[in-house]
């Protein structure tokens, strides 16, 4: 596999392995089909994070565990303001970025979630079924919505759409990076309060965050935050279709410390570990190989930065040149988006209409009414 290395590979399939097979043994589950979904909202680019954190898992999971359902989720996107034809744009960049890193549509299920309106429609049997005090606790939108003067309605109840996402599709596992890990236990707790009321309708959704660094890869300007779409600063991220010069500038100037030597320590040196991780994730070498290697060519951080953005850029040139040639063929892109939609709506139009019945929001024909 040209991604990533043994070592990789090995713990991904770790990380996975054990949380299914320990998941999918609870008694809850036993009924429910294994499926897996995930989302990615299409504005900001894909950047490193997005790649390391998420998107390496999902192709992982689609070439060697099973199929994988992933959603352009562009509703998620307008809770903040966007313009119509930049996220038009935007979805087709994001669609033929998944395609380039390997997400095969032959194997798995790529949809936009705009062309889906039974993710919209169970969010609103959701959100009637969750209180705005536990909403306003959730991080994500104390952090959001901490900078705007006026909250669209939206950005408050965007967890209950993300749930919506997971439960329309039965869905019994979610891989993302550690910053989802609220969500998806709303999306459990919405799944349990929905079972109790009606009986068992969802599985409990569980998240698979690798419990290795890749799950939060770090802010380059300032490594105690994460690497984010929403940093005003570019340099504090690698966008996948950054150009190897524009790859080699950002890793010059990644923040780390006043020690020169290069050794893996997250805690008391976020900003070089980080540059570790990534160069570990993408090669495929041992944070211990890449320590001995640095160490036997006598590399001070300012030399090793070098290294990893030749890694970086390595990496990232063929998925750049691919999502260029995915990019020349729209029609490709919106077949393949058509057929996902096709499936997903499948899928997802009949646990709507298990919803319906089960709440009393849909009349049938055997409905007998009585009129006293
Ligand atoms: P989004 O679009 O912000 O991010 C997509 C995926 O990338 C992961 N990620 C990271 N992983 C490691 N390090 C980082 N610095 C980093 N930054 C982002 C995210 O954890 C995510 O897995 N709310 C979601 C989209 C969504 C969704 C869903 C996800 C909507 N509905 C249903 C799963 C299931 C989001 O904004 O992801």
Known sequence: ????????????????????????????????????????????????????????????????????????????????????????????????????????????????????????????????????????????YKEKSEKLKDIPLGLFIYPVLQAADILVHKATHVPVGEDQAQQIQLAQHLAKIFNTKYGTTFPIPHAIIADDTSSRIRNLRNPTKKMSKSEPDPKSRIQLSDTSDAILEKVKKAVTDFTSEVYYDAENRPGVSNLMVIHSMLTGLSMEEIYQDANSKKLDTGKYKLVVAEAVANHLAPIREKINNYLSRPQYIYDILEEGRIHATEVAQKTLDEVNLKVGTILNTENNFVVS
Not at 101 to 123: A, E, M, R, W, Y
Not at 128 to 133: E, G, H, N, Q
């Open 1 to 140: 596999m040209s991604i990533g290395g043994y070592r990789l590979l090995k713990n991904i399939n770790k990380i996975f392995i054990s949380q299914t097979i320990r998941k999918a043994s609870t008694k809850a589950e036993v009924n429910f089909q294994k499926r897996i979904f995930s989302g990615i909202q299409p504005t900001g680019g894909v950047h490193l994070g997005n790649y390391l954190g998420a998107i390496l898992n999902w192709v992982k999971i689609q070439n060697e565990h099973s199929n994988i359902t992933l959603s352009i989720v562009d509703l998620h996107s307008i809770t903040l303001p966007q313009e119509s034809e930049i996220l038009k744009k935007r979805i087709l960049e994001m669609t033929a970025t998944l395609l380039a890193c390997g997400i095969d549509p032959d194997k798995s299920t790529l949809f936009l979630q705009s062309t889906v309106p039974q993710h919209t429609q169970l969010c609103w049997q959701l959100s009637c079924l969750t209180t705005m005090a536990r909403l306003a606790h959730l991080p994500q």
